[in-house]
């Protein structure tokens, strides 16, 4: 979908922005205070729907661990520069280079009792797929299915990947696959 009007939006795709350390109370669990890159509008990604706030929120890409999270307000926004699409694939180059680390069993079991209190998703995410989980967000991508499995392989394999023992942790893999086999 195309911007209608695109003199609606004060941002466009490349903008980096920051973003401020206030938020609303409905949304204090969304990212604050650092800077990200402006994605797209609600407007570009659905259509104009005929309301001109769907040109005022915004899609952003975290610049330094290139998630993404919508839909910001553009007044908890502030513009720093346009980085454009090569800023757009510098953090996605280096998003893909930090996920393969993260998806490598040795780095996992290495770097377990660093990470365990907020396992990075390309971790949990190899890991549930090395316990035979197929689609770890379910057939419509929702992330509460994706909580509960993250949930119930935590408890399972935390107390072995703290042993920092990588063949107890294929073993017990291996052991949790069978399971969800049957």
């Not at 079991?109 to 316990?131: F, Q, Y």
Request: charged share 25%.
């Amino acid at each position: 979908m195309g911007i209608r009007n695109p003199s609606l939006q004060k941002f466009r795709r490349g903008d980096l922005v920051h973003i401020t350390k206030d938020m609303p109370r409905c949304m204090r669990h969304f990212d604050s205070d650092k800077d990200a890159i402006v994605m797209h509008s609600y407007a570009e990604q659905f259509g104009h729907c005929g309301s001109e706030r769907n040109h005022k929120q915004y899609c952003l890409l975290f610049w330094l661990d290139g998630g993404e999270s919508s839909w910001y307000d553009e007044d908890q926004l502030t513009f720093l520069r346009h980085v454009g699409e090569d800023g757009i694939e510098q953090v996605g180059f280096l998003r893909s280079q930090r996920e393969a680390n993260e998806k490598n069993l040795d780095w996992i079991v290495a770097n377990w009792k660093s990470i365990r209190e907020s396992v990075p998703g390309a971790t949990m995410t190899k890991l549930l797929c090395l316990a035979g989980v197929e689609d770890p967000w379910g057939p419509n991508g929702e992330g509460y299915i994706y909580a509960q499995y993250a949930r119930y392989l935590f408890q399972h394999i935390d107390p072995i990947l703290s042993t920092g023992d990588k063949s107890a942790v294929e073993q017990k893999l291996a052991e949790l696959l069978r399971r969800m086999s049957k």
